[in-house]
């Protein structure tokens, strides 16, 4: 099933800015928004914001979602070294009638 | 607090199947979805399908169609998702994750993932 796309890698620096994207189509970024999920590595991953920008409790303000069309986009501003993971966006696809994932940046704080 | 909480560790002959649990604690079973996704080592994530506890209704990927059954039991909170058929690349992580109904809602509770290994 198709998936959306996502940039493999970004490295920032500490206290920076990051801005990760994920490309879909009109069918689930589009049409419903993305949500975005944190994975740090053996563990399971952590949901960080779902429908474009709300955020579960307990996630931290610096995170933030938006959306651009068919585009979305989680900021990260103040990187901390517990940022670096790996983050997916995921989306409902209506014309697939399934939940569709991006394959995953891996985001590097140096 | 809420917990998903799954079954241990497995190694399986290729052509064999595989039942994976998920026993959910600390909210309502019955409200919310339970999902099931798989990751390779190393790799991205994927959707497996998703079962309805209120309705036993299920949705499954394309891709597992006449491979996967997901069931649930109430009386324990459980959920469950059994892979028929395995071959080398069902040797994945598998989690199962909740969410509220419908597409405006992701997954906000995962559980700590079952290995399966498939090995001759």
């Known amino acids: 099933q198709a998936g959306l796309t996502q940039p493999p890698s970004v490295s920032k620096g500490l206290r920076q800015t990051a801005t990760l994207t994920c490309s879909g189509n009109?069918?689930?970024?589009?049409?419903?928004?993305a949500a975005w999920l944190q994975q740090h590595q053996g563990h399971p991953p952590k949901l960080l914001s779902y429908k474009n920008n709300n955020r579960p409790s307990g996630i931290s303000e610096r995170f933030s979602a938006s959306r651009s069309g068919n585009t979305a986009s989680l900021t990260i501003t103040g990187l901390q070294p517990e940022d670096e993971a790996d983050y997916y966006c995921s989306a409902w696809d209506s014309s697939l009638n399934a939940w569709v994932f991006g394959g995953g940046t891996k985001l590097t704080v140096l | 607090q809420v917990h998903l909480v799954q079954s241990g560790a497995e190694v399986k002959k290729p052509g064999a199947s595989v039942k994976v649990s998920c026993k959910a604690s600390g909210y309502t079973f019955t409200d919310y979805y339970m999902h099931w996704v798989r990751q390779a080592p190393g790799q991205g994530l994927e959707w497996m399908g998703r079962i309805n506890p209120n309705s036993g209704g299920t949705r499954y990927a394309l891709k597992f169609q006449g491979r996967v059954t997901m069931t649930w039991d109430t009386s324990i909170t459980t959920a469950y998702m059994e892979l028929n058929r395995l071959g080398s690349d069902d040797t994945v992580m598998y989690y199962c994750a909740r969410a509220r109904p419908g597409p405006d809602y992701a997954f906000d509770v995962w559980g700590q993932g079952t290995m399966v290994t498939v090995s001759s």
């Open positions: 009109s069918n689930n970024v589009g049409d419903e928004g």
